[in-house]
């Protein structure tokens, strides 16, 4: 049961009532967006909640699987929340406005042409710091948005404030805040009249399972990632994904964040050394990127390399090679700044087939296009790839 997985014997740690955003804009409204809050070309979609996640590589076939099988957490926004604009509401005296001026200044956010609500104006600057990975500086702005929220009286607005509180402390690694925080987020929507089956649930869940795999808790881990994608699956049934174009925004929703269930659960069985599982659940989610996203997109060309990775640790080396030329074609399309990582797993896999010569020259490949697109970690797997070369030519 979902309400078992969420918030059995959980502590009630924020006590507040919320009201639930309205899904569609309205005049004098903010919608302040947690969807992609990395890359803007990753929204390609009206709503994508599907994250992009950097392409590892690992040129070392002997360490791959100790390297790759490292569990790597994702972010990702739980709902889009509408926070009232300064016409309908305002501070209780010209001191506070002044004096959050003057703090708006110190932390160098510039005075837009047109007047806009101080709280939206720390709220964005938060979301900034979260973008440039400055968790600690997002935590401290946004807290200061948050006590400006109580000043009002704005629900919505803390709420909205928890949740991306919650986000900087799952960033952070402090899983125990993050899930006090999802948690209590989760309370509150349901409260509220949240369905338990909802996108923003859903979501939510999903960072929880996470949260426990990372804690090596694997029934709740299991459970949690289970809920997600058969609660997920269940909404696919209704949607005619033959007809992309036609989808309403919500819907786009709810498959993109089925993949993401799904993506997710791969690596967590990747993680656990279920191999075959894995490579399974990662087509899946390819599937819909492909259909979705399109070929070239970031994310069809990271779960390409992820689907290669597991072709390889299954020594099911021509579908690895298979799978990276084809991420390596698609991203030369693209320009895909992960090409120099691309090829430096190609080359890894020639290796690992024997294949010396063609890894050599994927490897010098990955280094070349690594220096010049300054991909740092990919420079340095093709060095020592090379450097393993040089020395078994020397032997």
Known sequence: MAEDFLVQDKPQILGMSIAIPSPYPE?????????????????????????YRTC?????????????????????????????DSGSKSFSSKHKSFLLAGILTWLGLKKEEKEEDPLISVIKLGILNMQKKEYNTAEN???????????????????????????????????????????QVTKELLATGTAFDDNSIVEISLKLASIYSQREEKEKAEKGFQFCISTQQSKLDSIDLSK????????????????????????????????????????????????????????????????????????ETDLAIENFKKAIKWSSESESPDLPAFYCNLGATYLQSGNVSRGEEACRTALRLARKMKHTVAEADATE??????DLKNQ
């Open 27 to 51: 005049e004098r409204c903010l919608l302040v967006k947690m969807y992609n809050m990395r890359n803007s070309f990753w929204r390609v979609l009206s709503t994508c909640i599907f994250k």
């Open 56 to 84: 590892n590589s690992y040129c070392k076939c002997i360490q791959c699987k100790e390297t790759y099988l490292k569990y790597k957490r994702k972010d990702a926004s739980v709902f889009s929340i509408k926070l009232t």
């Open 244 to 315: 992309v174009d036609a989808l309403s925004d919500n819907q786009k929703d709810t498959v993109l964040l089925w993949a993401m269930c799904v993506d997710w659960y791969a690596r967590y069985l990747l993680a656990s050394g279920m191999l075959k599982d894995a490579k399974e659940n990662f087509q899946k989610a390819l599937d819909i990127s492909e259909q979705i996203n399109g070929i070239s997109h970031p994310q069809t060309l990271v779960l390409l390399n992820d689907i290669g990775s597991v072709h390889s640790l299954l020594n």
């Open 141 to 183: 702005i946004l807290h200061l948005a948050l006590k400006l929220a109580q000043e009002r009286q704005d629900m919505e607005a803390q709420r909205y404030i928890f949740d991306l509180l919650a986000n900087v402390a799952f960033e952070k690694g402090d899983f125990p805040k993050a899930e006090k925080l999802f948690i």
């Open 385 to 390: 790839c090379l450097k393993e070369l040089k």
